[in-house]
């Protein structure tokens, strides 16, 4: 595998249940990030992990809880959602560096998620 | 506040002709990066090109080129001959400073490119 890969690619849910989206990089990175698409807004950013640690969590709610146990492998956990949660969550990477603006993400395919 | 305009929301073409997709970007930073991704019906953002605030220059790569004008805040991207294969929806971004010395990229709300045979 090549790139940056995401399970599943598609996803039913009913609000109660428990779900987890991962995301597996093989670029060799060091950043990973989630990033939510809905019908109704632009891509949002959910969160940054560099080497495992989370740098960022942009005021997402509790019920998505991300996990990050290594710097190839980016989890999203799932629990009691909601149907405005329905979106396309996509998983980027990238190499950071200190101070290094010119990163570029590359984006996996995507996980289209439908809470019912 | 960073922010990206993509005023088209859709552009429909038929094939071989050209296409302009515009971006117009806002920032206080005076080093940034733009870039441009191509997201086709699977989903996948798929990455074209980086320019970064101090390269005016234009670039070229093949039926792609782009036009980064500092003055009117833009960063625009021609396709030449555009054929079926490049549908998709293309969106413009800004990589600003962000907390914990990284960058986040800052998206337009994308056009929606559809060439017809």
């Known amino acids: 595998e090549t790139g940056v890969t995401q399970t599943p690619r598609h996803l039913v849910m009913g609000m109660t249940n428990k779900k987890s989206l991962k995301c597996e990089q093989h670029l060799g990175h060091n950043a990973m990030y989630w990033y939510k698409q809905s019908a109704k807004k632009p ?4 969160f940054v992990y560099n080497f495992k640690e989370q740098t960022e969590n942009n ?5 998505f809880s991300p996990e990050c146990p290594n710097s190839s492998h980016l989890f999203l956990h799932l629990h009691t959602l909601q149907p405005e949660d329905s979106a396309l969550y996509l998983c980027a990477s990238s190499q950071k560096s200190q101070g290094n603006l010119q990163e570029t993400q590359y984006f996996g395919p995507g996980t289209r998620l439908l809470v019912l | 506040a960073q922010k990206v305009t993509q005023a088209q929301t859709e552009i429909s073409v038929v094939e071989k002709e050209d296409v302009t997709l515009d971006c117009v970007y806002e920032t206080r930073d005076t080093t940034y990066y733009l870039f441009w991704y191509k997201q086709p019906p699977s989903g996948e ?15 070229i790569s093949g039926r792609y080129s782009w036009n980064f004008q500092k003055s009117t805040s833009s960063f625009n991207f021609t396709i030449t001959a555009s054929q079926v294969v490049d549908s998709a929806v293309y969106f413009c971004a800004l990589s600003a400073p962000f907390s914990g010395g990284y960058n986040k990229l800052i998206f337009g709300a994308g056009t929606r490119l559809a060439v017809h045979p």
């Open chain 1, 59 to 63: 005021s997402v709610p509790s019920r």
């Open chain 1, 43 to 46: 891509l949002e950013l959910m």
């Open chain 2, 45 to 59: 953002l798929v990455f074209l090109i980086r320019r970064n605030s101090f390269d005016e220059q234009n670039e």
